[in-house]
């Protein structure tokens, strides 16, 4: 008797114990995940043999934590994230007796958004990030000071001569911890001379420390719902903001995305690597409610019918894996091999 299945008996016995079992699967998480994690959801619905998952978003810190939290019905079955679990994050998941499985599902595009009443900002990753970071240094280059830039015109004349406002997701969210790992770290403190320079001399080699964003009122946390930063570029056309491509996609009628290094995101630009703000897409699978919980292996199977070049994920905005890729997960849908430390390092 394998270990997996003895877990799944020992699991199944004391959920079908308690007073209420439930029986559908239970998702939270990333909110760039969750419209996609909803199309797969009411796919599966669809079928009377099962019920329609229950996504929630929430951030992928949520979902990574959730899933992570312990084994049983109150706990959720899987976790959508846009930024990798961290070893501190697998590290609680193994605190708490928990093994997931990470599956890929696609890849997304980081876009810096505001309304097409504007005009459209053509800008450099570097400065972006230079204009979003807490600290910067001084003008001596000799030491970190608060972000003193109040207008994009401040970085480079060509710019707009308007106030820096952008509206973007809060610390839960793994598309801020992409962004600011992405443009803040690597895009500016990793390029610029004097910043890495002063990183190296405070102990911070790799940048990390230029993750912090900016608490000025220059960067606006707007909660996890993308939607309402789109209704703010709309109300608002001289301030930006920061969310997934799918939601460009989705609202391309209205709002605009910069253009970053002379790169826009589009669907081909994201795919192939050109455009550099990017990042996959995932979510993690409690490997003790599988087979207890109905309908979990068949949510899985479901993403791999709809996550092709031409299936309704990519129609909703979602960058496709290659064929390999897609394979691989496929493989670790049915293997459920369980994620380790080393695997992200």
């Given at each position: ?12 016995f ?10 559908y699967v ?11 994690a ?17 996504v ?10 959730s ?8 706990f959720t ?7 990798r679990m ?7 998941c ?7 499985t ?16 504007a005009?459209?900002?053509k ?16 003008v001596s ?7 003193p830039y ?7 004349p060509?710019?707009?001569d ?12 793994g ?13 500016y403190?990793?390029?610029?001379k ?18 912090a ?8 946390e707007?909660?996890?719902?993308d939607?309402?930063?789109?209704q703010?570029l709309?109300?608002d056309?001289s ?9 460009l996609?989705?609202n391309?009628d ?37 087979g ?6 068949e ?15 990519a ?5 496709p894996?290659?064929?390999v ?13 369980a ?7």
């Amino acid at each position: 008797m394998s270990f997996r299945f003895l877990t799944a008996v020992i699991i199944s016995f004391v959920m079908t114990t308690t007073a209420v079992a439930r029986d559908y699967v239970s998702i939270s998480g990333s909110s760039t995940v969750f419209p996609f994690a909803t199309i797969v959801a009411e796919k599966l619905g669809q079928n009377p043999a099962f019920k329609t998952p229950v996504v929630e978003s929430g951030g992928s810190s949520v979902g990574k934590k959730s899933v992570c939290d312990g084994t049983g019905t109150q706990f959720t079955d899987i976790g959508n994230a846009s930024s990798r679990m961290k070893v501190k994050e697998l590290e609680y998941c193994e605190g708490n007796g928990v093994a997931v499985t990470e599956i890929k599902v696609g890849y997304d595009g980081i876009v810096l958004a505001n309304s097409k009443k504007a005009p459209l900002l053509k800008i450099s990753r570097a400065d972006l990030g230079k204009a979003l970071t807490a600290e910067v240094p001084d003008v001596s280059g000799t030491s970190w000071v608060p972000n003193p830039y109040q207008k994009w015109s401040d970085l480079n004349p060509t710019y707009p001569d308007i106030t820096i406002r952008v509206y973007g997701p809060p610390t839960t969210s793994g598309t801020r911890a992409s962004f600011a790992e992405l443009i803040n770290q690597k895009s500016y403190c990793g390029n610029d001379k004097v910043a890495k320079a002063l990183s190296a001399e405070r102990g911070d080699k790799k940048g990390k420390k230029c993750r912090a964003m900016r608490t000025d009122g220059a960067y606006i946390e707007a909660g996890e719902q993308d939607n309402l930063i789109v209704q703010k570029l709309k109300e608002d056309p001289s301030s930006f903001g920061i969310f997934g491509f799918s939601y460009l996609d989705q609202n391309s009628d209205t709002v605009q995305s910069a253009e970053l290094d002379g790169v826009s995101p589009t669907f081909e630009a994201i795919g192939s690597g050109k455009y550099k703000a990017s990042r996959a897409l995932y979510f993690y699978v409690k490997h003790a409610h599988v087979g207890v919980v109905p309908g979990i292996e068949e949510y899985m199977t479901e993403w791999t019918k709809h996550w092709g070049d031409d299936g309704f994920l990519a129609d909703a905005g979602m960058i496709p894996m290659s064929k390999v890729e897609r394979k691989e997960m496929m493989d670790r849908m049915n293997d459920l091999p369980a994620l380790k430390k080393d695997d992200l390092k």
